[in-house]
């Protein structure tokens, strides 16, 4: 009940308004967002590197709710596109539609114009963008878009599409997907849907998430390993979790099927299990950290205090300590 109040709470404006302006809450958020400016997310990506993991850089904001804003928010992506490339360091980006415009007309022609001048600027680089999956309302369009990309001639070198175990429709998807030969980041899904739609029950979510991920193991195996330019391009299978449960399951399928190291890539978390980040890179897997950035932060904050109630005692014990 505590997680769908939270998540609820972080698509409503007026709380989304409260935490921002809050000094307390922008501390406790730092755990797990860089921080405000590109600057801070290119010393947290050198920083990975360092360690020898690759990075996503992702510009917070979702549901804007104007064409000039979402043209914005394009903007701004691909000026991280130019800071990563000038910088140097090992790093795509991620983004998500409703940022650029997804769902604010009918045909989706502002989203769909943003989306291709990002591409162009990414496939210019030589970089990679990995569209994240947002909630239900907005899966078929997003894969709808997917397609169309794909379509105008982007490939697989240059965009990606992010699966969530949570549904109920994923294994469908993936199938789809698969077929059309695409790079998959794997999650559980982190948003509050019906049970008709998704597996109310975890252990069914973790089922299903194991079942999917051999299925991109599977795939990746029929396909020569690539992990890409300078730590830019992903693996085709990206298993994004810190479950070590559904972690150990990848690894010993991928090892039983004969799948190298180097074509299973882990993805996790900026600031959540930092240990399990490292000791997968040093075990020789590709590892990639999705660094999150910028003002507009509270939502993705508030979908990782209803993650794990342990954030959320956290952030209460903080406040009351002052
Ligand atoms: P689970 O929730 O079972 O957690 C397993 C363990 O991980 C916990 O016991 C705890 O130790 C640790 N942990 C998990 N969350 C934590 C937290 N918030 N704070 C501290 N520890 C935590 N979702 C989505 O719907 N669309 C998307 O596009 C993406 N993109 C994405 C990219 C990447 C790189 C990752 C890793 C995740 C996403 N997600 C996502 C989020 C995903 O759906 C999911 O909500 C989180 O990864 C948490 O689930 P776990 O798989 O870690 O398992």
Redesign the pocket.
């Known amino acids: 009940m505590l997680r769908s109040l939270l998540l609820c709470l972080s698509q409503a404006a007026w709380a989304n308004r409260l935490l921002a302006g809050w000094g307390l809450s922008r501390r406790v958020a730092l755990r797990f967002v860089a921080g405000e400016s590109v600057a801070d997310a290119l010393r947290a990506a050198k920083g990975l590197n360092e360690k020898g993991i690759h990075a996503t850089l992702d510009q917070l904001g979702e549901h804007i709710t104007s064409a000039a804003e979402a043209g914005r928010a394009a903007d701004g992506v691909l000026a991280v596109l130019d800071e990563i490339q000038q910088a140097g360091v090992r790093a795509n980006v991620s983004i998500k539609l409703t940022q650029i415009g997804l769902a604010l007309d009918s045909g989706d022609a502002t989203c769909r114009d943003n989306l291709v001048r990002i591409l162009e600027r990414a496939r210019a680089h030589g970089n990679f963008v990995r569209i994240?999956?947002e909630d239900s309302p907005y899966t078929d369009r997003t894969l709808a878009l997917f397609d169309e990309m794909l379509s105008l001639g982007f490939s697989l070198e240059t965009v990606g599409l992010?699966v969530?175990a949570y549904l109920y429709r994923t294994e469908t998807d993936v199938r789809a997907l698969l077929g059309k030969s695409v790079r998959l980041?794997l999650?559980?899904?982190?948003?509050h849907e019906p049970s008709t739609l998704a597996f109310p029950q975890?252990s069914d979510v973790d089922a299903n998430y194991d079942r999917l991920a051999a299925l991109l193991i599977d795939t990746a195996l029929a396909r020569p390993a690539s992990v890409g330019r300078e730590g830019h391009l992903p693996a085709l299978a990206a298993i994004?979790?810190?479950?070590e449960k559904?972690i150990a399951f990848a690894r010993s399928y991928a090892e039983k099927v004969g799948l190298s190291k180097n074509a299973l890539e882990f993805?996790?978390?900026y600031g959540?299990?930092r240990d399990l980040q490292e000791a997968l890179a040093r075990a020789g897997y590709p590892v990639r950290v999705?660094v999150p950035f910028g003002t507009r932060w509270v939502p993705y904050f508030m979908r990782?205090l209803a993650?794990?109630p342990a954030?959320l005692w956290f952030f209460v014990s903080n406040l009351f300590r002052g």
């Not at 999650?187 to 948003?191: D, E, L, M, P, S």
């Not at 994004?240 to 479950?243: L, P, S, Y």
Request: overall charge positive; hydrophobic content about 30%.
């Open positions: 994240d999956m992010v969530q980041r999650v559980k899904g982190a948003y975890k994004a979790t810190h479950d559904r993805q996790m978390l959540i299990r999705y990782r993650e794990r954030n």
